[in-house]
């Protein structure tokens, strides 16, 4: 078997690609050719305008609807308030007012006065936009707070009653 030797011209020019420059994206363009609007940002905290919106899309039924069951599982509270179930687990931590059960498995069941007192944990640091140290001060001064949020709420509702039958006059 004989050994065959490769050799290299130097002198010739080869087809070395050049390194590709990176060029920056230009803003994105529609159809008409105008560069379109960017979109807000939803990362970071909401201003007070967007937390309102976001309070009123809550899906927490009313009183009789809300006590008719006994326990709700931890996935059908997270959709009630339209939050992860990882901030439910910090709430519960972090407030001395939230004691699910817990069943043999360790799933959380939550009793009616528990979405309660979420709703309350809820309306403080997310509308109210209150630090989590400050929300546990506010419970522990204020004992009545949840009677205070109680008839709030009920006046809410009746504003957007009232304003109902206004729009439909």
Do not use: C
């Amino acid at each position: 078997m004989a050994l065959s030797q490769i050799s290299f011209d130097f002198d010739a020019p080869q087809d070395i690609p050049s390194p590709k420059k990176t060029v920056k994206a230009a803003a994105p363009v529609n159809t008409a050719g105008e560069a379109k609007p960017r979109t807000a940002s939803t990362r970071g905290r909401k201003s007070l305008k967007d937390a309102a919106a976001m309070a009123d899309n809550t899906a927490i039924p009313p009183d009789e609807q809300l006590f008719a069951k006994m326990y709700y599982s931890m996935s059908e509270v997270a959709l009630m308030f339209r939050v992860n179930l990882s901030l439910i687990r910090l709430w519960e931590n972090e407030f001395d007012v939230l004691k699910p059960r817990k069943n043999r498995k360790g799933d959380r069941l939550f009793r009616p006065e528990d979405i309660k007192s979420l709703q309350l944990i809820h309306h403080l640091l997310r509308e109210r936009k209150y630090t989590m140290q400050g929300a546990k001060e506010f419970l522990k001064n204020n004992r009545k707070a949840t009677e205070k949020f109680e008839l709030i709420e009920g006046l809410n509702r009746l504003k957007d009653f009232l304003n109902e039958l206004k729009a439909g006059l």
